[in-house]
Structure formats: structure tokens, C-alpha cells
Nanobody, 119 residues
Framework: VQLQASGGGVVQTGGSLRLSCAAS????????VGWYRQAPGKERNLVAT???????NYADLVRDRFTISRVVAENTVNLEMTNLKPEDTGIYYC??????????????WGQGTLVTVSS
């Protein structure tokens, strides 16, 4: 699955951004899609995911501020980010997981989009 992320940029504290990830595969058939974040000098960590049945999962630090959604007709997954904080700064990577009927899991990553939140 090829993933193309977009929407990053520079925003002030308290501002909002919307990230989008376009997939080359029928997003409704992907087991999980979502976003991870890598802050400068840190590991890549989960931000939010959504499964094929619509179940969402959020990191505690973003739970009440970010919303993940799928647009099946467009094969995209969006991340609406509000009330952004400087600690939200990082490269955001789109993620997709496909599990085949033979239970083989494939994971793919987009190229990342940079979000910078200034204080």
C-alpha cells in the first residue's frame, strides 16, 4: 500500500491543522490505518488509529484534541488536530496494516509530514 501524507505546517499554540493520508488501496479493506508521530530525538509513537470496523484508538496525550476519520470513498484517512501544543511538534507518519486471509500482516508507512507548533 502506498501512502501519501499531506497537511503539515507551522502553527501557533492553540491552533489547528488537518492531516490527510491518501492510500493506493481500498481503505475499507485495510485492517488498521492511522498516524504515528516522531518528535525530534525521540521514538515514533502512536497518535491515533482506526480499524476496519471503525474502532478508534488515541494516545492519551491527544485523546480530547485530535480526531481520526476515514473517507472510504476517497481512500483517505484524516487527522483533525485542535488546541495544538508545542509537544505535538514532530513528523507525522501515516500507517496502514493489512492482514491477509492467510493471517500474514503487511504494514506500510507514508513519507511523513512535519508539524511544528510554536509557543
Amino acid at each position: 500500500v502506498q501512502l501519501q501524507a499531506s497537511g503539515g505546517g507551522v502553527v501557533q499554540t492553540g491552533g489547528s491543522l488537518r492531516l490527510s493520508c491518501a492510500a493506493s488501496y481500498n481503505i475499507a479493506k485495510l485492517n488498521t490505518v492511522g498516524w504515528y508521530r516522531q518528535a525530534p530525538g525521540k521514538e515514533r509513537n502512536l497518535v491515533a488509529t482506526v480499524t476496519a470496523d471503525g474502532t478508534t484508538n488515541y494516545a492519551d496525550l491527544v485523546r480530547d484534541r485530535f480526531t481520526i476519520s476515514r473517507v472510504v470513498a476517497e481512500n483517505t484517512v484524516n487527522l483533525e488536530m485542535t488546541n495544538l501544543k508545542p509537544e505535538d511538534t514532530g513528523i507525522y507518519y501515516c500507517y496502514a496494516k493489512l492482514v491477509t486471509a492467510a493471517q500474514i500482516a503487511y504494514t506500510d508507512w507514508g513519507q511523513g509530514t512535519l508539524v511544528t507548533v510554536s509557543s
